[in-house]
């Protein structure tokens, strides 16, 4: 629509008679923003956004993915759209900043990506708290660990070892800059590894990702991660050569036994 202008004084009347049979119970409009088109006055709307909200969730969500995946209906990526926008709305949160809503939409595909439904612990994911408080401290942390950046609180941990994950690897992980370790060992993850992940993930320490079903070639850009200590990818089906391994001159531990490797020794 193109609606301009305030919202009636009738209407919100209707808003504020509460306990009677006339109240409006939900009123929302495009009344987010510096310059909204529709002006509402004294709380008299239960929800506001702006105009084009959904269009930039919706290129953020395209942009990350591609238009195939954020528009087929029951792909992670469409099922992960879908909560975002209704989210953001909620929290009227349209912070399109690196570790703003591309970080929670990144987070949101790794819980519908890996059957978050089914997972032991859901570490308390998709919940109203930010992404940097999906998690929990029983024994010890699952979930997601954020540190304070220049960019705001970016998530540095994604730690759900052990916990029934099982799908494809969500390469929208590779969207979080300041991400330090991945550690989803011991689950049903498939797919292949992306080859950028070392690449657009510059800050990777430990890449703990052993007993899955991981197919294709270790990523060679994981290798020139100047600050890589941990690669453990044993017991999946990895194919290719270890080739280039000596780049990475911190790494501490290199576990890739019981995969389907070839090639000589580097």
């Known amino acids: 629509n193109d609606l301009t202008g305030s919202i009636p004084d009738l209407i919100c009347q209707n808003r504020n008679d509460v306990g009677t049979n006339t109240v409006l119970a939900e009123l929302t409009s495009d009344c987010l923003g510096p310059n909204p088109k529709l002006i509402c006055l004294n709380n008299c709307c239960s929800m506001c956004f702006g105009s084009n909200s959904n269009d930039e969730v919706f290129t953020m969500a395209v942009n990350i993915s591609g238009e195939l995946a954020v528009t087929t209906q029951g792909t992670p990526q469409n099922l992960a759209y879908n909560w975002l926008f209704q989210d953001a709305k909620r929290s009227k949160d349209f912070n399109f ?19 978050g439904d089914q997972w032991d612990n859901k570490a308390n994911f998709l919940s109203e708290d930010s992404e940097c408080d999906w998690n929990t401290s029983l024994e010890k942390i699952k979930g997601l660990t954020c540190v304070n950046t220049a960019d705001g609180r970016c998530v540095e941990e994604i730690l759900l070892g052990a916990n029934n994950l099982v799908g494809s690897f ?30 657009n993930l510059q800050l990777l320490r430990n890449v703990d990702l052993d007993e899955n ?36 001159t911190k790494l501490k531990h290199f576990s890739v036994f019981n995969n389907e490797l070839t090639g000589t020794l580097p």
């Not at 990523?219 to 044993?234: A, G, M, N, Q, R």
């Open 97 to 115: 900043s690196m570790c703003g809503l591309p970080q929670r939409y990144a987070a949101s595909v790794l819980y519908y990506s890996l059957g």
């Open 170 to 199: 969500p390469q929208e992980i590779t969207n979080l800059p300041y991400l330090k370790v991945i550690d989803m060992d011991k689950n049903g993850i498939f797919g292949t590894l992306p080859e950028n992940i070392g690449s």
């Open 213 to 248: 079903q991981f197919t294709g070639v270790i990523p060679k850009s994981l290798y020139s991660l100047k600050d890589v200590e941990v690669i453990d990818l044993d017991t999946n089906f990895l194919t290719g050569d270890i080739l280039g391994v000596g780049r990475a």
